[in-house]
């Protein structure tokens, strides 16, 4: 790619040595300097025509015409810096709501447990009639009898979370703190950065082992990242824990927007309340539960067969299974634990009015670029008459729609990693260590340059198109002295039309943002 200009030079120089050497051998033969030069001239034929010919059969041709078209497109949108400016800000206003809340459905919805690699097949499992703010939906013993029944799930984990206090270094902190089953970590797929997980001890899980699994910010934070932090005793509620591993960055437990700083064996319950009651009785629900299918299962099957088991275990112990026993499941992304229950409903709404807001930014654009290319109707036609085509022309136009499209994405993503910060505004006001920033990693870095290519493509190409048809007629633009750019524009159908369509949009967003606030 980079050789092609020295290889011309080359061929230059090819044709320089060979015309000098046939104008010698003329002048040996008795002509003079000046006939013999112009002979070799004649029986050589035209060198530019040559150098065109062989300019053309380069393999980058179309490269240079893109760097050609870009460099052309550059000038064009500095000398109008009204206009540039304008177009951009437009653009990145659709493309930054767009990112923004992208970037929330990506944080949330699509990864609804942040450090685990697969989500797609885990469930989150209730009991009883489906609510908003359910209660955690299970016993300890009815936990323990569905883990070691069923057959559709690679293994189900159990969780309690609640503040608790922390002791044992500088200063008592309070906490978010998470008592869970031996298999937590294990059914999760999270290894420790440091140390192990908890033990596992199924079979004597309600005796517990007074050990805990901390957080990465709580390692970073409380305890300065310190390397030898494993087997070091810290106090919870008072009550001494050895430090057995780190969990890695990112990995924040497993409810949905949610950050847990510290986890501990289920049997420790009991000590860290001052009661056996809930590890014991059946009859006291406590515990959220997720379950990791085993490939090829169905969450429906698998809701069947707990259903079932959870039938025989009524049948059972009647006295405590009273209430509503039916089994329902969800995937993360809706789980009715955590935020996403308030967000799987709320985030398509805002994605939608999103994308009523980028149809308005690219009407306007549409009509901007329409707008311009009446305005340089005259420019068109001299290039078409100097013997541009008309799809040269459009692909010309297209390329300077890409870069205000992309200086477009370049504005919107600072916005964005300034906006993806506001998800919890949405939310209601609670006490709970909520972790709701969104973030512009790379699937965002690419939704926006996609969103703002295409953008340019629909905005930009009815323009281009309109103002190519000056190909069928260009001699009659340049004698056109008389041509009116407002009047073009008056006299435009698609003008109209788009000045109909923003709007309407604008009036249909404006509805739909006040029932959004209203409710």
């Known amino acids: 790619m980079f050789r092609r200009r020295r290889s011309a030079d080359d061929f230059a120089e090819e044709i320089k040595s060979h015309f000098e050497l046939e104008a010698d051998e003329l002048q040996s033969e008795g002509l003079s300097e000046e006939e013999a030069r112009r002979r070799a001239r004649v029986e050589f034929g035209n060198a530019q025509t040559a150098q065109e010919r062989f300019y053309l059969r380069s393999r980058i041709v179309w490269f240079d015409n893109l760097l050609h078209d870009i460099k052309f497109a550059s000038r064009q949108l500095i000398r109008n810096p009204s206009f540039a400016s304008v177009a951009i800000v437009t653009l990145a206003l659709g493309i930054a709501a767009n990112s923004t809340i992208f970037s929330w459905i990506n944080s949330t919805l699509l990864d609804p447990i942040p450090g685990i690699a697969h989500t797609s097949d885990m469930i989150t499992i209730m ?3 489906r609510s908003e703010h359910p209660t955690p939906p299970f016993s300890y013993l009815d936990f323990a009898d569905l883990r070691d029944s069923t057959r559709s799930f690679t ?50 899980e309600r005796l517990g082992t007074a050990e ?12 300065g990242a310190d390397p030898s932090i494993i087997g070091k005793i810290v106090h919870i509620n008072l009550h001494p824990y050895t430090i057995v591993g780190v969990a890695p960055e990112g ?25 056996d009651r809930r590890i014991k009785n059946r009859d006291t629900p406590w515990l959220n539960v997720l379950g990791k299918l085993k490939p090829g299962v169905d969450h429906r099957q698998a809701e069947n067969e707990l259903n079932i088991l959870m039938q025989r275990l009524a ?84 390329v300077e729609n890409a870069l205000i499209a992309l200086a477009g994405a370049g504005l919107a993503l600072l916005l964005t990693k300034w906006t993806a910060h506001g998800l919890s505004a949405f939310l209601p006001p609670t006490t709970l260590p909520l972790t709701l920033n969104g973030r512009v990693d790379r699937t965002v870095l690419v939704a926006a340059i996609m969103i703002s290519l295409l953008t340019a493509a629909v ?61």
């Open 212 to 223: 805990a699994v901390l957080g990465y910010g709580l390692w970073q934070n409380h305890f």
């Open 251 to 275: 990995f924040q437990g497993c409810k949905s927007g949610l950050r847990e700083d510290l986890w501990i064996p289920l049997g420790m319950d009991s000590q860290v309340w001052g009661s």
């Open 459 to 519: 905005s930009g190409v009815l323009p281009a198109l309109r103002a190519s048809r000056l190909a069928l007629a260009p001699v009659s633009a340049l004698k056109d002295e008389a041509l009116n750019t407002s009047g073009g524009i008056h006299k435009s159908r698609l003008a109209g039309g788009l000045v109909v369509g923003q709007i309407a949009l604008s009036l249909l967003l404006l509805v739909c943002a006040g029932l959004f606030v209203r409710s």
């Open 127 to 129: 009991r009883g009639e």
């Open 315 to 398: 049948e059972r112990f009647p006295d405590a299974h009273q209430g509503p026993n039916m089994i329902s499941s969800d995937p993360l992304w809706r789980s009715p634990f955590g935020a996403n229950v308030y967000l799987y409903g709320t985030l398509p709404i805002l994605f939608a009015l999103a994308l009523v807001l980028l149809l308005l930014a690219r009407a306007n654009l549409a009509n901007l670029l329409l707008v311009r290319s009446v305005a340089r109707r005259r420019e068109f036609a001299i290039r078409l008459s100097i013997g541009a085509t008309r799809w040269r022309l459009v692909l010309q136009l297209m």
């Open 155 to 204: 293994g189900l984990l159990a969780y309690h979370d609640d503040y608790m206090a922390i002791t044992g270094s500088e200063k008592p902190e309070r906490i978010y703190v998470a008592l869970v089953s031996s298999n937590y970590f294990e059914v999760l797929g999270v290894r420790p950065i440091l140390g192990r997980s908890l033990e596992s001890t199924a079979p004597n």
